[in-house]
């Protein structure tokens, strides 16, 4: 029987995934349950070492000796700074030890509470990865207590390898042994350009036996012209599709689908989207924006993760990796192509339902709001220019609409900031021939207006500024509550930026309606202006944010049912709150986020 904490089951479960089975234990009553749990398991090789210290480098001269890991587990406070020498040694020696520390509740933390020092992250720098794991009361708990759990294990024999830490908290001593089972986890594999053409063969079968192969770069720089070929390869090999935003600079690849709109969960609903679950998601790059990221995350149908990623670190932003290859996406797109059979290929299905839905998506409704003034420019962004975009909105109306091929697009998702946004634009027109846009909300402006003063901005700079009085991502999202929230949460103002642009040296244009939008577009869009232009355009955020309900409200396809649950929901997070609503949803397997 087993410790009744999950903690630990998830350890011992993956120690087992992993083929670790030595284990160097000293005596304490924090680490009981660890302790009592694997000397009752014949799979394990336990050894009696009462003092830290010396079990620390008996366990260095077992691992040496029998070239296989090492735990070493110990109770709380001091005893855990008595493996330091040891942990030290095997570090520099690149020894694997699983350094696994006992600790009290985190909130006892310098309350005068008995045994007890903080232990997070202790050794530094002497260990190739220290996690610190939660207490796990929930799935999603359970689900971080795995994933860190690899995470530290995969380190083991990693390059050089070398010693890690896991420092597992519980609220009370438990000396409950219930469990007759493990937890089913599963080990996250890495595999890297070392490995053998045998795996690399086994993961191209496993692409080549699935329908449905959904890739989703995040933000990514510009795509070499040997990328495209390579992502073009490899959709031509394998039933794939490729699901794209305008930030991953993936757009124009072959096989590419912009998404952010019908893979968005106020369009498409959990039980449509099923009918587009994949099997395997592959992934690179940095942030994912759009709506896919949450539908996958929430995805009732199991599908595999592989994450592409050249330090081999692991990202889960779907909560279902189990693969991480530790190389360049083109080197592993061309792989996968090299040794797929000579049978595979891609018979278009999958690809031609996700196009078909994403053209199902209608375009917004053409009244003055703040949808209007983007379309109209990104639609006439000339191939070979700069696009930056600032957070949120910004980014989420410029993916509706279709942007020429050959636009480098940025934005400042890595921190996810609305400071300098425009400096970035800035610099990244200074490096450009092309005509360099920036689309930006008023916030994010006025944060960064000194920018504007900056002695090298050329005339290439082309500034579409969406001034509607504040923050209409308070509006959007729901933060806003009344007239009170605009002074403190969407900050309304009546700032206008004619003046300052003028000093600068910007040629300013202004438009409150289609009328004067319409009139200012081409001198906003000339080629040819000596000098930089700025166009701020005047509508309201709470007309914006309808503005974006409406156009998802009015394309999505309907159907009376999703209607219903929609309008419950909605009713439920108004009448007790979203908050609680949410809470109660996720104790009855209920989505209502």
């Known amino acids: 029987m087993y410790t009744e904490l999950k903690s630990y089951q998830i350890i011992i479960a993956l120690l087992k995934e992993y083929g670790i089975n030595q284990c160097v234990l000293s005596a304490g009553s924090r680490n009981l349950p660890f302790v009592h749990s694997v000397e009752k398991d014949p799979y394990f090789e336990c050894y009696s070492v009462v003092d830290e210290r010396s079990a620390g480098y008996f366990a260095l001269g077992l691992a040496q000796q029998s070239g296989r890991p090492v735990v070493i587990s110990c109770t709380s406070s001091t005893a855990t700074c008595n493996y330091w020498p040891a942990v030290a040694e095997a570090f520099y020696q690149n020894v694997p030890i699983v350094v696994l520390t006992s600790d009290r509740d985190p909130a006892r933390l310098g309350q005068h509470e008995d045994q007890m020092i903080d232990q997070v992250g202790m050794y530094d720098r002497h260990v190739r990865k220290s996690v610190n794991l939660p207490i796990v009361r929930d799935d999603e708990d359970f689900h971080f207590c795995w994933r860190l759990t690899n995470e530290a294990l995969m380190e083991l024999d990693h390059h050089e390898g070398g010693p890690v830490h896991i420092n597992v908290p519980s609220k009370w001593y438990s000396t409950s042994f219930t469990a007759a089972t493990l937890?089913?986890?599963?080990?996250?594999?890495?595999?890297?350009?070392?490995?053998?053409?045998?795996?690399w063969q086994r993961r191209a079968d496993v692409l080549g036996k699935a329908n449905r192969v959904l890739l989703v770069p995040g933000q990514s720089p510009r795509l070499s012209d040997g990328f495209k070929d390579a992502i073009e390869?490899?959709?031509?090999?394998?039933?794939?599709a490729i699901s794209v935003e305008y930030m991953s600079n993936v757009a124009d690849a072959h096989g590419a689908i912009n998404t952010s709109v019908c893979f968005d969960?106020?369009?498409?609903?959990?039980?449509?989207?099923?009918?587009?679950?994949?099997?395997?998601?592959?992934?690179?790059?940095?942030?994912?924006?759009?709506?896919?990221?949450e539908m996958l995350r929430h995805c009732r149908a199991p599908f595999e993760h592989w994450?592409?990623?050249r330090d081999g670190k692991v990202r889960d932003p779907f909560d279902s990796i189990t693969t991480v290859f530790e190389c360049s996406p083109e080197t592993f797109l061309r792989n996968m192509t090299s040794y797929a059979k000579t049978r595979s290929g891609n018979d278009m299905e999958y690809y031609n339902a996700i196009k078909e839905y994403a053209a199902s998506v209608v375009a917004p409704a053409d009244r003055w709001t703040n949808i209007y003034a983007i379309r109209n420019v990104?639609?006439?962004?000339?191939?070979?220019?700069?696009?930056?975009?600032?957070?949120?909105?910004?980014?989420?109306?410029?993916?509706?609409f279709k942007l020429a091929q050959n636009v480098r697009v940025y934005a400042n998702i890595g921190t996810h900031g609305i400071d300098g946004c425009m400096s970035s634009l800035l610099g990244q027109a200074q490096a450009t021939d092309g005509l360099a846009f920036l689309i930006v909300g008023d916030l994010s402006f006025f944060y960064d207006m000194n920018s504007l003063r900056i002695r090298h901005v050329g005339s290439n700079v082309r500034i579409l500024l969406l001034n509607n009085h504040g923050g209409e991502e308070f509006y959007y999202n729901g933060i806003w509550q009344d007239e009170a929230s605009d002074l403190h949460t969407t900050a309304?103002?009546?700032?206008?930026?004619?003046?300052?642009?003028?000093?600068c040296g910007f040629r300013y244009l202004s438009a409150e309606d289609k009328d004067s939008f319409d009139a200012a577009?081409?001198?906003?869009?000339?080629?040819?202006?000596?000098?930089?232009?700025?166009l701020e355009v005047f509508t309201e955020m709470s007309t914006d944010a309808k503005a974006i309900y409406d156009f998802y409200d009015a394309s999505r396809p309907r159907d009376a049912v999703s209607d219903m649950k929609r309008a419950g929901k909605d009713f439920v997070k108004r009448t007790?709150?979203?908050e609680t609503a949410v809470k109660i949803a996720d104790k009855l397997g209920v989505r209502l986020r």
């Open 183 to 199: 937890p089913n986890v599963s080990r996250i594999e890495r595999i890297d350009l070392e490995a053998s053409g045998e795996v």
């Open 521 to 534: 577009l081409p001198e906003f869009m000339d080629a040819e202006s000596e000098v930089p232009v700025l």
């Open 307 to 309: 994450l592409i990623d």
């Open 265 to 293: 969960s106020r369009y498409c609903t959990e039980k449509k989207f099923l009918e587009f679950a994949p099997d395997i998601v592959v992934s690179w790059g940095g942030n994912v924006m759009q709506g896919v990221k």
């Open 492 to 503: 309304r103002h009546s700032a206008v930026a004619g003046p300052w642009a003028r000093s």
């Open 233 to 240: 390869a490899f959709f031509r090999s394998f039933n794939s």
């Open 576 to 578: 007790i709150g979203k």
């Open 378 to 400: 990104v639609e006439l962004i000339p191939p070979g220019s700069v696009l930056h975009m600032s957070i949120n909105n910004a980014i989420r109306i410029t993916n509706f």
